[in-house]
């Protein structure tokens, strides 16, 4: 069973401004942070995000946390986690997301090293690596033949994977 060091878990972390909406109100324009999980998500996964979702209102207040919800192009969704960390809007924002592209390429590597064969591999876009375990399913197709993937992150975000039929 191919194993891959724990670089393909992104706990991706994001220190912003979610700004106040407007003079002397008490509540965020998450608007802001919207766009930057979308863009950090984007750029730490390589996967296209087509939304996310934040309540739009967040009593602004240090110490405060909300969550907002990311949808990728193929539908699969995440859980953000938003802390502010200031009263003025500044924010942080925490998801361990799994680096589907470079898993993709790391078992497709993989399969053509054993088989000779080239391949491709498909895994959801959008994968929360919260504990120690997490599974899921990816597809490779090589040569015709389509099979489901096994793949497993462990406590030390090392990911392991097992083709199947």
Known sequence: MPKLNSALVAGFLFAGSAALA???????????????????????????????????????????????????????KATINVKQTSDKGDVRINAP???????????????????????????????????????LTCRSSSGGNKKNVAVKVDAQGHITWNLGG
């Open 97 to 135: 997301l799994l680096h589907t592209d470079a898993t993709e390429q790391f078992i497709a590597e993989s399969i053509h090293g054993r088989t000779g064969k080239r391949a491709t591999v498909d895994c959801p876009d959008l994968v929360v690596v919260e504990k120690a375990g997490t599974q």
């Open 22 to 76: 407007g003079c002397g109100t008490a509540t965020l324009n998450t608007a802001n942070a919207e766009t930057a999980i979308k863009t950090t998500i984007e750029q730490q996964t390589g996967s296209q995000v087509s939304s996310v979702d934040c309540p739009g209102d967040v009593k602004a207040g240090k110490g405060k946390s909300f969550t907002c919800e990311a949808t990728a192009a193929d539908g699969t």
